[in-house]
């Protein structure tokens, strides 16, 4: 029988916190499910050892026994052997309803006790926490959309409010993995993804975006129409505005998710475009101009 790094399985540093233990065991969870890998006899034992090593690090005191331990564990373990075997030989005996596929290693058993792998066995038991994933548009992300996501046994409708972050998190309370032994379902956190759009650039709640400006407006200053995300507006344009002027229009931007009626701020970068292909006349015109500057 070997030693089991639970560390290892999980892929953590012996130093890992709780909380970083149970992210990547949900991430490693759904990953190996068999709901996602039916047939798949290695991701199978894979999800079992991973389930075994949350087991253990998962829990503070078992996870404190386990580093006390160590490497260390077979002198503990021939300690206890008479027992455990005796433990071992009358499973059938003592628990008939019990699976002759073991939940747990042999390892776990000679550290922690059949009678824990029984208990584990009989209690109720909360399901697992899944995880999934969609991508809307910005435009979505600003009106509000729904979703459709699809899981192994089923599909839910996602109803998502205006001003949503990418990135952002929401938890579906109990859509999760099944419980054990009548126990509550697990938790379904959906991470919505908004995609990069060709124009605007989102920072929080306000957007940025470059607006064209021509070169005579920009000279002699006059109206613009510059597009905000759902409406057009019209921007007075000073008498000689630099190209790359920002005009900060102001609750033209996203608005909050907590308070959709709230607002970010719009920024419209004015860049300056030269006019191509001028007349002759034009061309006449701007050697006059020229001259008069130059004079």
């Known amino acids: 029988m070997e030693y089991k790094n639970y560390y290892k399985v999980l892929g953590v540093?012996?130093?890992?916190?709780?909380?970083?233990?149970?992210?990547?065991?949900r991430k490693?969870?759904?990953?190996?499910?068999?709901?996602?890998?039916?047939?798949?006899?290695?991701?199978?034992?894979?999800?079992?050892?991973?389930n075994e090593a949350h087991d253990v690090l998962?829990?503070?005191?078992?996870?404190?026994?386990?580093?006390?331990?160590?490497?260390?564990?077979?002198?503990?373990?021939?300690?206890?052997?008479?027992e455990y075997y005796r433990q071992t030989n009358k499973k059938h005996d003592q628990n008939q309803n019990y699976n002759n596929e073991s939940r747990f290693s042999d390892f776990f058993e000679s550290i922690f006790g059949y009678n824990e792998n029984i208990k584990r066995n009989s209690t109720k038991r909360r399901g697992e926490d899944h995880q999934a994933s969609t991508t809307i548009t910005l435009e979505?992300?600003?009106?509000?959309?729904?979703?459709?996501?699809?899981?192994?046994?089923?599909?839910?409708?996602?109803?998502?409010k205006p001003g949503i972050a990418d990135g952002q998190v929401l938890k579906m309370k109990e859509k999760g993995g099944q419980g054990i032994n009548g126990g509550p379902a697990g938790d379904l956190y959906i991470t919505v993804n908004v995609g990069i759009h060709s124009k605007y650039e989102r920072k929080g709640n306000d957007l940025y975006a470059d607006e064209t400006l021509d070169v005579f407006t920009a000279i002699k200053g006059g109206k613009q129409?510059?597009?905000?995300?759902?409406?057009?507006?019209?921007?007075?344009?000073?008498?000689?505005?630099?190209?790359?002027k920002?005009?900060?229009?102001?609750?033209?931007?996203?608005?909050?998710?907590?308070?959709?009626?709230?607002?970010?701020?719009y920024y419209a970068r004015l860049v300056i475009t030269v006019p191509k292909n001028l007349a002759a006349k034009e061309n006449n015109l701007l050697d006059e101009l020229i001259k008069i500057r130059n004079n």
């Open 246 to 265: 920002v005009f900060r229009l102001k609750g033209m931007g996203m608005p909050d998710y907590n308070d959709p009626k709230t607002r970010g701020d």
């Open 225 to 244: 129409i510059v597009s905000a995300i759902d409406k057009q507006l019209t921007v007075t344009i000073p008498a000689g505005t630099d190209s790359n």
């Open 13 to 25: 540093e012996k130093t890992a916190t709780q909380d970083e233990i149970k992210k990547i065991y």
């Open 140 to 160: 979505e992300a600003f009106y509000g959309t729904t979703r459709q996501v699809n899981l192994a046994t089923s599909q839910l409708n996602l109803k998502l």
């Open 58 to 82: 998962g829990d503070v005191e078992k996870r404190k026994k386990y580093d006390q331990l160590g490497e260390n564990w077979q002198q503990y373990a021939n300690q206890n052997q008479q």
């Open 28 to 50: 490693l969870a759904v990953k190996y499910h068999p709901d996602k890998n039916q047939g798949n006899k290695k991701a199978e034992e894979t999800f079992k050892e991973i």
